[in-house]
Structures are given as structure tokens and as C-alpha cells.
């Protein structure tokens, strides 16, 4: 089961997804190079389409427009009640970013790499401090009006002065965005940690000055806003349905970027109070398709007739992406968690191999890094590299970060092991919990309370035996469920103990991590630094993450952050699968080469006319 909080998935495939659009690398950057006239952007090394290129490799450029395509709401979130994804307020529907064209387009093949969208061409200046947009002539919005410099300019300003906190996070050293024409924009940046920032400006989706000049930006809205991408909205039911259409006069439709991509006439978003009545629903044929997170239901309830028949199937892909961080995070803000010593102690009372075994059927591993999956994650003692960027804050290290990085225990799998939790009893009791009249309690007499704060009861089957080998050791622990709106309110408040979060960093991190765990983004109301990270050496690290300027530099700094963060035990680690689980209706088709880095489904399938009137038949 990948747990996934409905903030999380917002922001991921909402907003983030415009913003930082795969901004990851693999080869050394030449800061050498002379600025140039170019189609494309790419972090490091060099693009792989040429400047003539005709589409992208993963897509059948022949493919047929039409056809539907409806799936349930993001996993996680189970209603909405705006259209605006832009800022803290309100839970924001999913696919709002097929609504917004950017300067340039990401390519899902490549690890770093834009190619031209709005923008025909892009010059980055010799010393990266500003990068110009040339546009093309024939952008338009929905409603026919053009698009020009003007519109790219208001909305970097409405973003980073009005836009959710991580935006003005990842804009903070962008100066400034100005109009040399209206097909001409120019951004200026600041300081020295500016690998990214073209990419980013690249990546911003751009909105209707005209319409922002007469509709609040800082409000929620169930009203479609104006944009200028491949669909527009033609249909919403507050929290349960929301319906994308084709623009048949998109205008960059043929453009190479988009050559066989947005196949589908109608996108579908159907949410749903629980995945019970999801998977009930996806059975009925209420939807077409399913990404599946629960590992149970994958393995033992879709030994079913329309499964046996070919009618509904199921196709594993690859996930080359970082497998993400995933498990219990522990706020320490509040006082209890303060201690590493109680984290890890928490860390011990969980018992994975038992609950992989009697819950996931064997299907996971345990996640041990925040960089996991990928060569980013922290392995044996560290390397004369990453001791040159942690020497300098030994005095501030526990010794652990330079041994061999910290790996949660593997249990007996018997669900109590008794010489875990005995371990986890000793280091509560260091840190000063010890046991009376059978609770924890501190010096003060004051006891030891825990809550798992969850939005659906599908997750409390996972928590439970965590939640009794808490209370064997004395610790009063529970598990809270709360209505989705509080649930996402005191997400982004930070009020929880422990939370169940996800969250899938890009194969080349840059200036989003400090929204992960740089120190200011601790007390920034929505951001991903859920545990309350406030830590001067990992700010430190982020910023050598930032400014390097080849892959080898770039991992070396990663694996020395993930040493230091694994050494706090800020989280309980989950568990990860490098793969997506699909289940769809038989009426679709796909091209023969998946795009390394997304999972394609709504960007290059399609729908087939002869497989859907098969299957209506069968039916």
C-alpha cells in the first residue's frame, strides 16, 4: 500500500508538476558555454532532440483523437472544492494543469530536459544570471484572445507574490520577469544558486492577465479559469465530478512537443468517499481506470470474471523515478519527539516484516532512504567526497552519520518482537519516558500520547499493530480519523503527531528541497517539512545540492543530506515497489515505448473504437 495524503497529490500532480517539471540530470554542466539561440533547456548535459525534431519518441504521433477517458479522483483525495491550484486555500480538483500551457514542455524520456511550447526558443546568458523567452506568434486562450509577453510577466508576479508558499519558495531568487516585446520575456536571478532557476521560469504555467485582472487570484472558485492548454472544463459537481474536453482549436496541437499526446476527447475525474467504492465502482464499470496503491486488494480481489475475460486488465509498468519517501512522519515541533532517541525507540516497535508478510503478500521492500531507489541514497561509510562536506559540522553530527547509514531493524516477524521493543523500551527510557503503574511517563508524571491522525479507515489496519506494540511499552497511543477538509486543514497547520505521508522527490533535486527540510520552510504553513525539520547542517547540505554543477557533485551531496536525516530518525519508514499498478477498462491502446519518467496514461494513450464496441457487446 503507497499511502498519500490529498495535499501531497494536489500539489505532485497539480501544480508541482508544472512547476518543476522534471528538472533532473545526468552529465557535467558546462558553465563554459557561450550563450546561444536554443529550442530546448536541459539541467545538465546535452538535449536529445534536435531542433527539427518531429515528436517524441514515446508517442505514436498517428495516434486517433477521441474516445473517453474517466479514472477516480487522485488517490488520497476524495473530493475537491476549487479550481484554484495556485494556492494554500482549499482542496483543489485534479488535472487543472491540462488547463495551462507553459513556455516549454518537458520531455518524459529524458532526465532534464524542456523543448518549446509558448516559447519557439530560449538564450541562457553566459553567466546563467538571466534567460530569454522568444514566443511564437500563434499562442491564443481559450476564448481566442492572444498570448503574450504581458501574460507571462503578471503571472510570474501573481504566483510568487500571492501563490502557495512552496511557490515563493522555489521563485525566491528570481528578481524580476519583464516584457522586452510582446513576444520577448526576460527573467533575472540572484545569487549563486541558480542551476535551476531557467528550468523553473520555463515550467510556470501561464495565465489570462486580462482574466486575472477581473477574478481574485488569492481566492478558491468553482468557476473554469482561462488558459490556454490542450483541455478546458466543461462540466463540475462540487466534490464528486469533474470533466476536462478536448479544445479542438487548441492552437499548439501539432507542434512537436504535443504530437500524439492529449488523445482523449473527455477526461473524467469521478472522487469517491472510500477505495472500497472505488474498486466496487471500477468493477461496475462506473470509470475506466485504476491506479492500485493497496497491495491486498491487487493480489486477492481481482481474481474476478472481468479480469478472467480479458475485459478488465491489469498491466504492471516500471517506475524509473525515485521511489520516494514514504512512512509515519513524526512532528518534532512538539516536545515529546524532541529526542532522537524516542523516534528511533518508534522506529523499533514497528514490525514491517510482519506486516508485509500477513498484509502485503510480500510485495514490498522496506524503505530505508529519503532518496530510495536511486543512486542518490546513502550506503556504507561515507566517501572521502561526502566526508569533505560533513567534517566541517562533525561537532554538530551524532558519530552515526559516520559509520554506515542508519537502517531500521529487521524484526522476527512475529508482529511483538520482544527484543526489538526491549531495544525501544531502553531508549525511551534514556531519553527519560519511564515506566509507571504500567505507563510512560516523563519526570514530570506527565504520560506519553501518541495519535496517528488518518483520513480513511482503509489505513488503520496497518496502523493498529503498531498502535498495540506502542501500548506495550506504556505509550498511549491512537488513531484519530478525521473528515477530509479538517484532515488537509491540520495538514497544513502541522497539527499531528504522526502523520501517513508520500512524497516522490525528482531524479535531480534542487531549490524544492528546502520546502522538504530547509529550516524556514519548517514554520511555512503547507509546505512538505512535515517532521519540522530545523537543522543548520542539513540547510547547509541543501545548498551544496543546489549549487552543484555535475551529477558526481549533486550525488555526493544527496547522500551525505540522507546520512544526516536518517541519523535524526524524523519518520518511521515505510515501504516501496518501483512500479504502477493499473487496472483499465479493454478499450485503450498505448504506444510500444512507455516514457521513463511518468506513467503516459493520459498524456499518450488512446481510445480504440473496435476494442470499446468489443467489449460494449460482451457486456
Given at each position: 500500500?503507497?499511502?498519500?495524503?490529498?495535499?501531497?497529490?494536489?500539489?505532485?500532480?497539480?501544480?508541482?508538476?508544472?512547476?518543476?517539471?522534471?528538472?533532473?540530470?545526468?552529465?557535467?554542466?558546462?558553465?563554459?558555454?557561450?550563450?546561444?539561440?536554443?529550442?530546448?533547456?536541459?539541467?545538465?548535459?546535452?538535449?536529445?532532440?534536435?531542433?527539427?525534431?518531429?515528436?517524441?519518441?514515446?508517442?505514436?504521433?498517428?495516434?486517433?483523437?477521441?474516445?473517453?477517458?474517466?479514472?477516480?479522483?487522485?488517490?488520497?483525495?476524495?473530493?475537491f472544492n476549487s479550481l484554484n491550484g495556485f494556492i494554500l486555500k482549499g482542496d483543489a480538483a485534479q488535472g487543472l494543469g491540462y488547463l495551462f500551457d507553459s513556455l516549454m514542455a518537458p520531455a518524459q524520456?529524458?532526465?532534464?530536459?524542456?523543448?518549446?511550447?509558448?516559447?519557439?526558443?530560449?538564450?541562457?546568458?553566459?553567466?546563467?544570471?538571466?534567460?530569454?523567452?522568444?514566443?511564437?506568434?500563434?499562442?491564443?486562450?481559450?476564448?481566442?484572445?492572444?498570448?503574450?509577453?504581458?501574460?507571462?510577466?503578471?503571472?510570474?508576479?501573481?504566483?510568487?507574490?500571492?501563490?502557495?508558499?512552496?511557490?515563493?519558495?522555489?521563485?525566491?531568487?528570481?528578481?524580476k520577469a519583464e516584457a522586452l516585446d510582446p513576444l520577448t520575456v526576460r527573467y533575472s536571478f540572484k545569487g549563486e544558486l541558480i542551476?535551476?532557476?531557467?528550468?523553473?521560469?520555463?515550467?510556470?504555467?501561464?495565465?489570462?492577465?486580462?482574466?486575472?485582472?477581473?477574478?481574485?487570484?488569492?481566492?478558491?472558485?468553482?468557476?473554469?479559469?482561462?488558459?490556454?492548454?490542450?483541455?478546458?472544463?466543461?462540466?463540475?459537481?462540487?466534490?464528486?465530478?469533474?470533466?476536462?474536453?478536448?479544445?479542438?482549436?487548441?492552437?499548439?496541437?501539432?507542434?512537436?512537443?504535443?504530437?500524439?499526446?492529449?488523445?482523449?476527447?473527455?477526461?473524467?475525474?469521478?472522487?469517491?468517499?472510500?477505495?472500497?467504492?472505488?474498486?466496487?465502482?471500477?468493477?461496475?464499470?462506473?470509470?475506466?481506470?485504476?491506479?492500485?496503491?493497496?497491495?491486498?486488494?491487487?493480489?486477492?480481489?481481482?481474481?474476478?470474471?472481468?479480469?478472467?475475460?480479458?475485459?478488465?486488465?491489469?498491466?504492471?509498468?516500471?517506475?524509473?523515478?525515485?521511489?520516494?519517501?514514504?512512512?509515519?512522519?513524526?512532528?518534532?515541533?512538539?516536545?515529546?519527539?524532541?529526542?532522537?532517541?524516542?523516534?528511533?525507540?518508534?522506529?523499533?516497535?514497528?514490525?514491517?516484516?510482519?506486516?508485509?508478510?500477513?498484509?502485503?503478500?510480500?510485495?514490498?521492500?522496506?524503505?530505508?532512504?529519503?532518496?530510495?531507489?536511486?543512486?542518490?541514497?546513502?550506503?556504507?561509510?561515507?566517501?572521502?567526497?561526502?566526508?569533505?562536506?560533513?567534517?566541517?559540522?562533525?561537532?554538530?553530527?551524532?558519530?552515526?552519520?559516520?559509520?554506515?547509514?542508519?537502517?531500521?531493524?529487521?524484526?522476527?516477524?512475529?508482529?511483538?518482537?520482544?527484543?526489538?521493543?526491549?531495544?525501544?523500551?531502553?531508549?525511551?527510557?534514556?531519553?527519560?519516558?519511564?515506566?509507571?503503574?504500567?505507563?510512560?511517563?516523563?519526570?514530570?508524571?506527565?504520560?506519553?500520547?501518541?495519535?496517528?491522525?488518518?483520513?480513511?479507515?482503509?489505513?488503520?489496519?496497518?496502523?493498529?499493530?503498531?498502535?498495540?506494540?506502542?501500548?506495550?511499552?506504556?505509550?498511549?497511543?491512537?488513531?484519530?480519523?478525521?473528515?477530509?477538509?479538517?484532515?488537509?486543514?491540520?495538514?497544513?497547520?502541522?497539527?499531528?503527531?504522526?502523520?501517513?505521508?508520500?512524497?516522490?522527490?525528482?531524479?535531480?533535486?534542487?531549490?524544492?528541497?528546502?520546502?522538504?527540510?530547509?529550516?524556514?520552510?519548517?514554520?511555512?504553513?503547507?509546505?512538505?517539512?512535515?517532521?519540522?525539520?530545523?537543522?543548520?547542517?542539513?540547510?547547509?547540505?541543501?545548498?551544496?545540492?543546489?549549487?552543484?554543477?555535475?551529477?558526481?557533485?549533486?550525488?555526493?551531496?544527496?547522500?551525505?543530506?540522507?546520512?544526516?536525516?536518517?541519523?535524526?530518525?524524523?519518520?518511521?519508514?515505510?515501504?516501496?515497489?518501483?512500479?504502477?499498478?493499473?487496472?483499465?477498462?479493454?478499450?485503450?491502446?498505448?504506444?510500444?515505448?512507455?516514457?521513463?519518467?511518468?506513467?503516459?496514461?493520459?498524456?499518450?494513450?488512446?481510445?480504440?473504437?473496435?476494442?470499446?464496441?468489443?467489449?460494449?457487446?460482451?457486456?
Amino acid at each position: 500500500m503507497n499511502a498519500s495524503s490529498p495535499l501531497s497529490r494536489l500539489i505532485l500532480r497539480t501544480l508541482m508538476s508544472t512547476l518543476l517539471a522534471l528538472l533532473i540530470g545526468s552529465a557535467s554542466m558546462d558553465y563554459s558555454l557561450a550563450a546561444e539561440r536554443r529550442h530546448g533547456l536541459s539541467t545538465f548535459g546535452k538535449l536529445k532532440y534536435p531542433a527539427d525534431f518531429e515528436h517524441f519518441d514515446y508517442v505514436n504521433p498517428f495516434a486517433p483523437k477521441g474516445g473517453s477517458l474517466s479514472m477516480i479522483g487522485t488517490a488520497g483525495q476524495i473530493t475537491f472544492n476549487s479550481l484554484n491550484g495556485f494556492i494554500l486555500k482549499g482542496d483543489a480538483a485534479q488535472g487543472l494543469g491540462y488547463l495551462f500551457d507553459s513556455l516549454m514542455a518537458p520531455a518524459q524520456d529524458e532526465p532534464d530536459s524542456l523543448y518549446g511550447l509558448v516559447a519557439q526558443s530560449v538564450e541562457l546568458a553566459d553567466d546563467r544570471k538571466t534567460v530569454t523567452f522568444f514566443l511564437r506568434k500563434g499562442p491564443k486562450f481559450a476564448d481566442g484572445s492572444p498570448l503574450t509577453a504581458d501574460d507571462v510577466v503578471n503571472s510570474f508576479t501573481l504566483l510568487k507574490e500571492m501563490g502557495h508558499p512552496r511557490i515563493a519558495l522555489q521563485l525566491r531568487d528570481v528578481t524580476k520577469a519583464e516584457a522586452l516585446d510582446p513576444l520577448t520575456v526576460r527573467y533575472s536571478f540572484k545569487g549563486e544558486l541558480i542551476r535551476d532557476l531557467p528550468t523553473i521560469v520555463a515550467s510556470l504555467p501561464i495565465l489570462s492577465k486580462s482574466w486575472y485582472d477581473t477574478h481574485d487570484f488569492t481566492k478558491t472558485t468553482l468557476e473554469a479559469p482561462l488558459g490556454s492548454g490542450p483541455y478546458k472544463i466543461s462540466k463540475v459537481k462540487q466534490g464528486r465530478t469533474l470533466v476536462f474536453e478536448r479544445r479542438k482549436d487548441y492552437w499548439a496541437r501539432d507542434l512537436p512537443v504535443n504530437k500524439g499526446r492529449f488523445n482523449f476527447d473527455t477526461l473524467r475525474y469521478e472522487y469517491f468517499r472510500d477505495r472500497t467504492a472505488e474498486f466496487e465502482a471500477l468493477k461496475a464499470g462506473e470509470y475506466d481506470l485504476r491506479e492500485e496503491f493497496t497491495s491486498k486488494t491487487w493480489a486477492t480481489e481481482y481474481d474476478i470474471k472481468q479480469v478472467r475475460e480479458k475485459r478488465l486488465l491489469r498491466l504492471t509498468t516500471a517506475d524509473a523515478r525515485p521511489s520516494g519517501a514514504q512512512g509515519f512522519f513524526i512532528n518534532v515541533r512538539r516536545k515529546k519527539f524532541s529526542d532522537p532517541r524516542v523516534r528511533k525507540a518508534l522506529d523499533h516497535a514497528f514490525d514491517f516484516e510482519w506486516t508485509n508478510k500477513n498484509q502485503f503478500y510480500g510485495l514490498y521492500r522496506r524503505t530505508s532512504s529519503f532518496f530510495e531507489n536511486s543512486d542518490m541514497k546513502a550506503s556504507g561509510p561515507p566517501s572521502e567526497a561526502e566526508l569533505a562536506l560533513l567534517a566541517p559540522h562533525r561537532a554538530a553530527l551524532p558519530k552515526e552519520v559516520f559509520e554506515a547509514p542508519y537502517t531500521s531493524p529487521v524484526s522476527n516477524g512475529s508482529g511483538q518482537d520482544r527484543k526489538l521493543l526491549r531495544t525501544a523500551s531502553k531508549l525511551l527510557k534514556q531519553a527519560g519516558w519511564i515506566v509507571k503503574d504500567g505507563k510512560r511517563v516523563n519526570g514530570k508524571g506527565e504520560k506519553f500520547e501518541l495519535e496517528f491522525l488518518i483520513f480513511s479507515p482503509t489505513f488503520e489496519r496497518i496502523i493498529a499493530p503498531f498502535v498495540k506494540n506502542l501500548k506495550i511499552l506504556g505509550i498511549d497511543a491512537r488513531i484519530r480519523i478525521v473528515d477530509p477538509s479538517q484532515y488537509q486543514s491540520r495538514l497544513k497547520a502541522f497539527d499531528f503527531d504522526i502523520i501517513t505521508q508520500r512524497y516522490v522527490l525528482r531524479v535531480t533535486p534542487g531549490v524544492e528541497i528546502r520546502s522538504y527540510w530547509g529550516t524556514k520552510s519548517a514554520d511555512t504553513p503547507g509546505s512538505f517539512n512535515l517532521s519540522g525539520i530545523k537543522d543548520p547542517v542539513v540547510d547547509a547540505l541543501m545548498e551544496k545540492v543546489i549549487a552543484s554543477k555535475s551529477r558526481p557533485e549533486l550525488v555526493t551531496a544527496t547522500r551525505a543530506i540522507d546520512r544526516v536525516l536518517r541519523a535524526r530518525h524524523y519518520w518511521v519508514p515505510h515501504w516501496f515497489k518501483a512500479a504502477h499498478n493499473l487496472a483499465f477498462w479493454n478499450k485503450f491502446s498505448q504506444p510500444k515505448i512507455k516514457p521513463l519518467y511518468g506513467r503516459g496514461v493520459i498524456e499518450t494513450w488512446w481510445y480504440e473504437e473496435t476494442k470499446a464496441a468489443k467489449l460494449k457487446s460482451t457486456q
